[in-house]
């Protein structure tokens, strides 16, 4: 009976570890952010890199705007500073909305080729997402300006 059992919780730590070991293996890294992103909309391509001033924070510019060399335009303007990665997400800085011309507070997660930003005031719960997916590129025309 006693050998029994002990094989049973044997058994049972052995796949609670490849279960975790399996969940850490999908789990986010802050690289995983970096890249080309496509807005939701399809009207933005957003590079996330590292800040130029600020190498461990993560910084998100606009590359490239379907609205290129219009009175719209948003070619240039920084929309993301966060400064810490912390249980799969970045934190800790600002996300700034160019639609309301608002900065609110954010945070950002990836999960394969979806980025999530969630931009909030007060409490995370209360604000809202979007996602972005992955892009190998940006479309040809119209160009951002250097």
Request: proline share 3%; glycine share 6%; net charge negative.
């Amino acid at each position: 009976m006693e050998s029994l059992l002990f094989r049973q919780l044997c058994s049972t730590l052995l796949l609670s570890f490849v279960f975790s070991w399996a969940s850490l293996a999908q789990a986010s890294t802050p690289d995983d952010a970096k890249g080309l992103w496509l807005s939701a909309a399809k009207d933005a391509v957003i590079e996330f890199k590292a800040c130029p001033d600020h190498a461990d924070a993560l910084c998100g510019r606009i590359v490239w705007d379907k609205d290129a060399g219009t009175s719209l335009d948003t070619c240039g303007v920084q929309i993301v500073q966060l400064s810490h990665f912390a249980d799969e997400a970045w934190r800790d800085g600002w996300v700034y909305d160019p639609r309301d011309k608002k900065n609110y507070k954010g945070a950002i997660r990836v999960k394969g080729d979806v980025l999530s930003i969630r931009a909030f005031i007060g409490v995370e719960v209360l604000g809202e997402t979007e996602e972005m997916t992955r892009t190998a590129s940006m479309p040809s025309t119209p160009v951002c300006k250097k």
